[in-house]
């Protein structure tokens, strides 16, 4: 009983005593300096959500902006910064002329794309998620974001990019000159999954992807479960059900035995998200981890038809003495996460704390298991370069 009491006595001590521990640790890890530029076309509100889980690992890592200080999430980006009462700022590239482009891409030692999608009226002066499709107020891969990459990769610098950087509203000029400095192309295709397809029971299918498979087949849309929509350019809408079209509702990612090894990643993960569907040139690119589906007969009947593949590329990278550009085919950044957890070291040892097993979409588990492991193993391999490089 005596025993019993002591452990009963030490036991809270000992729950605040590992937070703490963690959190001196972390203030303890040396700073590293790696400027890194963000562009979020999308950050709706100051917790930046497109962009939050980047600047997670920058701070938990202490990867430092300037000499001294860490990044933060409601301010060090370029893009669209949200402000009270209907009032923003725009912080884009697009205010950059030749000279101050050539600049910032001396200074930054990296890029990073996380969402170019951009802002809509009906959400931003309405309030309103983008059920129906509005005027855009600010998005979109411009000119000088294009410029820009280009500089850096002529600066033999990194660039890192994902799903929507090229996608719509982009212009089909800055769109075609990405592809050409990259080595890839975008089919024209996106998707998602869906965790419920019923409209009355979901409200997060936007209405106007709705309203697209309803204008071609007779005013109709038949589904209830869960399942993948894919949509084309032209609006064309594609439906995969779960039960008859697909075995297994989920996507997944499968990565090569070789750089699964390397980044710490698992053999398969699935992922929930919206995605974009791209063709590489392989004489440039290596891809790394694919997309894939568990179809049904017809699942694969319907694809075929519209000439979607039922494989194809979610991380893709060139590496060499040139340049490095890495592009993820998913919207890999966005993931609901507490920035707060960032500041404590060996949280990852923690993880099964933070995901959800009855959660289906699993973004929190992506976030853990994938994008975080990949991220941070890539920046801390540049870092360490960028050092040995300036000791040369």
């Not at 891409?105 to 802002?119: F, H, P, Q, R």
């Not at 981890?289 to 039922?310: E, M, N």
């Not at 996460?337 to 060996?346: L, M």
């Amino acid at each position: 009983m005596k025993i019993n009491r002591r452990y009963a006595y030490f036991f809270p001590w000992v729950l605040l005593l590992i937070p703490l521990t963690m959190w001196v640790c972390w203030l303890l890890t040396p700073k590293k300096q790696l400027v890194v530029a963000i562009i979020d076309k999308t950050a709706l509100t100051t917790k930046g959500q497109e962009h939050i889980s980047l600047t997670w690992i920058l701070n938990h890592y202490r990867f430092t902006k300037d000499a001294h200080h860490l990044y933060q999430v409601s301010s060090d980006y370029f893009g669209f910064f949200p402000k009270p009462h209907e009032k923003f700022r725009l912080k884009g590239l697009e205010r950059f002329d030749a000279s101050l482009l050539d600049k910032l891409s001396n200074d930054a030692d990296l890029a990073y794309y996380t969402d170019t999608y951009g802002i809509y009226a009906n959400e931003w002066y309405l309030k309103k998620q983008v059920a129906e499709r509005s005027g855009m107020v600010y998005g979109g891969l411009s000119a000088a974001d294009v410029d820009f990459m280009e500089k850096m990769k002529q600066r033999h610098k990194l660039v890192l990019a994902e799903f929507n950087t090229i996608g719509s509203p982009s212009a089909l000029t800055e769109r075609y000159r990405f592809e050409q400095l990259f080595g890839l192309k975008w089919t024209g295709w996106i998707g998602r999954y869906f965790d419920e397809l019923d409209t009355a029971k979901n409200k997060d299918i936007p209405r106007w992807l709705v309203k697209g498979y309803m204008s071609r087949h007779n005013n109709r849309w038949p589904f209830k479960n869960e399942g993948i929509v894919f949509v084309g350019e032209g609006n064309t809408i594609v439906v995969l059900e779960a039960g008859k079209d697909l075995a297994s509702p989920l996507p997944y990612m499968v990565t090569e035995e070789a750089f699964r090894d390397h980044y710490r990643l698992p053999k398969k993960v699935n992922y929930s998200y919206w995605f974009d569907i791209v063709v590489p040139d392989t004489l440039v690119n290596r891809v790394h981890a694919r997309f894939s589906f568990d179809l049904t007969a017809s699942g694969k009947k319907i694809l075929q038809q519209y000439s979607i593949p039922a494989s194809f590329p979610a991380v893709l990278s060139h590496k060499g003495a040139d340049y490095q550009f890495w592009y993820f085919s998913g919207d890999f950044c966005d993931n609901p996460i507490s920035f707060n957890t960032s500041y404590f070291k060996g949280i990852e040892k923690f993880k099964f704390l933070f995901m959800n097993r009855m959660d289906k979409t699993q973004r929190k588990s992506f976030f853990w298991s994938f994008y975080r492991p990949l991220i941070s193993t890539i920046l801390n391999e540049y870092y360490v370069e960028k050092k040995k490089a300036a000791r040369r």
